[in-house]
């Protein structure tokens, strides 16, 4: 009985050291993350917050444009957006300077546009985007949805649906250790 015991003690110690290392993984090594869609219907952009994501430095991941399907009937007119990377500011009053440039050009609804952001503290491209750790960072989109209101640098989806997203890199998932309380305690 006792023997039976210790067995099932080293089996469970086991166990809890397999899922220690699966779940500390994504965090240790780059991954690709998923994709945000830029478009009225991601229910990920929740009202009032918009989307907080925790991406480490080496991760990469898209934001993809609106896309209309050929052949598909969709029951929403096409989505027009620029997307823009700004200040903690600029974020929380939706607004847009007449010499901010965008990151991504949602102009072309008929074809695949993305932006791919690599989270990298250094770039090789004198125009790429360089990252810091512990540093958050702002993106969205003061456009109107509508081609009419591309160019609107107040407001827009940023304020009316909370169109926003912010990247806490490097910062810790709260998400991974929450599992590891669950599994091993
Ligand atoms: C909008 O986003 C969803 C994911 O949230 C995606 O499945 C859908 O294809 C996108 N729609 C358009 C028109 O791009």
Same mark, same amino acid.
């Given at each position: 009985? *006792?023997?039976?015991?210790?067995?099932?003690?080293?089996?469970? #110690? #086991?166990?809890? /050291?397999?899922? /220690? *290392?699966?779940?500390?993984?994504?965090?240790?090594?780059? !991954?690709?993350?998923?994709?945000?869609? #830029?478009?009225?219907? &991601?229910?990920?952009?929740?009202?009032?917050?918009?989307?907080?994501?925790?991406? %480490?430095?080496?991760?990469?991941?898209?934001? @993809?444009?609106?896309?209309?399907?050929?052949? !598909?009937?969709?029951?929403?007119?096409?989505?027009?957006?620029? @997307?823009?990377? @700004?200040?903690?500011? %600029? /974020?929380?009053?939706?607004?847009?300077? %007449?010499?901010?440039?965008?990151?991504? &050009?949602?102009?072309?609804?008929?074809?695949? *546009?993305?932006?791919?952001?690599?989270?990298?503290?250094?770039?090789?491209?004198? #125009?790429?985007?360089?990252? /810091?750790?512990?540093?958050?960072?702002?993106?969205?989109?003061?456009?109107?949805?509508?081609?009419?209101?591309?160019?609107?640098?107040?407001?827009? !989806?940023?304020?009316?649906?909370?169109?926003?997203? *912010?990247?806490?890199?490097?910062?810790?998932?709260?998400?991974?250790?929450?599992?590891?309380?669950?599994?091993? @305690?």
């Amino acid at each position: 009985m *006792v023997a039976r015991q210790r067995v099932m003690g080293r089996y469970v #110690w #086991w166990f809890c /050291l397999g899922t /220690l *290392v699966v779940n500390l993984s994504p965090s240790c090594s780059a !991954v690709i993350l998923e994709s945000i869609y #830029w478009n009225s219907s &991601n229910p990920k952009f929740s009202p009032g917050q918009g989307l907080v994501l925790f991406p %480490q430095i080496g991760d990469k991941m898209d934001i @993809v444009c609106p896309r209309v399907r050929p052949g !598909v009937v969709e029951n929403k007119d096409p989505e027009y957006y620029r @997307v823009y990377l @700004v200040t903690r500011e %600029q /974020l929380h009053s939706c607004s847009i300077g %007449q010499s901010d440039t965008p990151l991504l &050009n949602c102009d072309k609804p008929d074809r695949d *546009v993305k932006f791919t952001f690599k989270f990298q503290e250094f770039s090789p491209n004198l #125009w790429g985007l360089e990252f /810091l750790k512990g540093r958050e960072y702002y993106i969205t989109s003061t456009s109107t949805s509508s081609l009419q209101g591309l160019d609107n640098t107040d407001g827009g !989806v940023c304020r009316a649906t909370s169109m926003k997203l *912010v990247l806490r890199v490097g910062q810790k998932r709260m998400r991974v250790s929450a599992k590891l309380f669950i599994t091993c @305690v």
